[in-house]
Each structure stands twice: as structure tokens, then as C-alpha cells.
């Protein structure tokens, strides 16, 4: 059974640090492709970062050096390290399992950047 289950998520004040941790089963996780994507309320899902099978690492133009994305192959699991948080990064984030057959997504995980 393919399940991607992000976790790392919750309530934060602006300029604290979060990681988020994606981790997955059910497919051969080295041969994908991980992004993390976010969808603010109201707004579109947009993607945030990505790292290739082989480790290659693209970032959204907001992310600005503060987003890092990563992936351990013996864990199966992705992480996106987010440093200074802002109020304008409260968003459902959610992680993203892509090859050339299928794309696969997992449930979110909420971060709320408040004071």
C-alpha cells in the first residue's frame, strides 16, 4: 500500500525554525522524485521545493534560502527544513512522490505561523 504521511507540522512564531518529514511506503522511494508544495488558504497549491532521485535541488523563488530540502533513501523520507518563518508561510504543506508513470501526494501536514 503506497502512503506518503507528512508529519512536523504545527503552531509557530515568526522567525522560529520547523522540519517537516515526509515519510513513505509502498513504492521504491530512490526512483522518485520528492517535491513539497503548500497551499495557503484560498490560494492555489504552489510548489516550494524539490530534490531529484539524484539528489539535485530546485526552490521556489520565495523561498529565498530559507526552505532546505532533503531525503534519506534508507528511510524513505523526505524533509523540508523552513528557518525564519513568516505569518505568509501558514500553509498546508504536502509532499509529492513523482516518476514518469504516476505522481503520488500525501495528506498535508498544517503549519501556522502566528504571534
Known amino acids: 500500500q503506497v502512503q506518503l504521511v507528512e508529519s512536523g507540522g504545527g503552531l509557530v512564531q515568526p522567525g522560529e525554525s520547523l522540519r517537516l518529514s515526509c515519510a513513505t511506503s509502498?513504492?521504491?522511494?530512490?526512483?522518485?522524485?520528492m517535491t513539497w508544495h503548500r497551499q495557503a488558504p484560498g490560494k492555489q497549491r504552489e510548489l516550494v521545493a524539490q530534490i531529484t532521485s539524484s539528489g539535485t535541488t530546485n526552490y521556489a523563488d520565495f523561498v529565498k534560502g530559507r526552505f532546505t530540502i532533503s531525503r534519506d533513501n534508507a528511510k524513505k523520507t523526505v524533509y523540508l527544513q523552513i528557518s525564519s518563518l513568516k505569518p505568509e508561510d501558514t500553509a498546508v504543506y504536502y509532499c509529492?512522490?513523482?516518476?514518469?508513470?504516476?505522481?503520488?501526494w500525501g495528506q498535508g501536514t498544517q503549519v501556522t505561523v502566528s504571534s
Open positions: 509529492n512522490a513523482q516518476n514518469e508513470w504516476r505522481t503520488l
Open positions: 509502498g513504492f521504491h522511494f530512490s526512483n522518485y522524485a
